[in-house]
Structure formats: C-alpha cells, structure tokens
C-alpha cells in the first residue's frame, strides 16, 4: 500500500514537471516571463510546495511542517532578494517557528490530532511574532511599535504567562 502512494507521488511530479518543461518549450513567452519574474528564491518556496504535495499524496499530514518550514524561509530569502535586504537575517530568523506553527495547524487540519495541533501552532506562531517584533525593533529599526511599545508588548506578554500559569494551576486542585 505504502509502495502505491510512492509510485503514485513520483508519478504525479513527473507527470508536472513533464508537462511544464513541455509547456515552456512550445509557449517560450511562458519561460521568458518566468526569468523576469521568478528569482532564486522561488526555488525554495517550490521545494516546500513539492514537500507538501509529497505529503498530501502519500497521506504524511506531518510533512506540512517541513514544507512550511522551507516554504518560509524561501519567502524570507525572496523579500530579501526583492528589497536587497539581507542584514534582516537578524531578527527574521525568529520567523521559523511561526512556520513551524503554520505547518502544525496545517497539519492539524489535514486529520493529525487536529485539536492539539490547532492548539500547539497557534502558540508557535503568538511567540514568533512577539519575538519578531522584539527582535527587529532592537535591530532593524522597526517603529511599527513606537517608543513604548516594546515595553508595553513585554508586560502584556508576562501578564499572559502569569495568568496561562495561574490558570492551569487553578485547575488542578491537587490535595497537599
């Protein structure tokens, strides 16, 4: 059964990229198009949509964590391509685990312990963001956020970790 899904898989990327290298071979403005527009870093953003496909076909929901991974960073790589940007690298990092967050509710709503998964991800992606916006108002001059921002974003975040943690326990009533 398992031997099927991967001859299926190959079978289908074959059948594509087939297809389209035949289609840019018979339409060259197709190809032409795609060398003023596409750079470099579509590659990676295609791999992680390979990787997802790979998944959907063999049944694997867990693979929409690598493929949002990859895909990720390939977005990063294309809009530091784009805007010549690359000491973003410094505080863009902190985008991953939102990836991870994405392929994690993505997996989630493809049948994998969705409910647990819905969960974990959306906790990925919260604190990813609250460390992008850290990170990249202490080094790439975000002022998306002010002056009290950043001091108003890290009490709201220890309120949260307070009361996420008072109320866990508050719902445990063990006997001592």
């Known amino acids: 059964m398992r031997q099927n899904r991967s001859n299926l898989a190959l079978g289908i990327i074959l059948l594509v990229i087939g297809g389209w290298l035949l289609v840019t071979r018979q339409v060259p403005s197709i190809q032409e198009w795609l060398d003023a527009n596409f750079t470099w870093p579509m590659y990676t953003i295609g791999a992680g949509l390979v990787v997802l496909l790979i998944g959907l076909i063999t049944g694997a929901p867990g693979m929409a964590i690598p493929a949002s991974i ?65 990170f990249a108002t202490f080094f790439g001059g975000l002022s998306i956020l002010g002056e009290y921002g950043l001091p108003i974003l890290l009490i709201l975040l220890g309120v949260y970790v307070l009361a996420s943690g008072f109320l866990r326990r508050g719902g445990n009533h063990e006997a001592r």
């Open 70 to 134: 990859i895909a990720g960073i390939g977005g990063i790589l294309y809009y530091q391509n784009s805007t010549d940007n690359f000491g973003s690298w410094s505080y863009m990092w902190t985008l991953i685990p939102g990836f991870v967050g994405v392929g994690t509710i993505l997996a989630g709503l493809l049948g994998e312990n969705t409910r647990r998964n819905l969960g974990h991800g959306l906790r990925l992606i919260v604190t990813s963001t609250v460390l992008f916006l850290i």
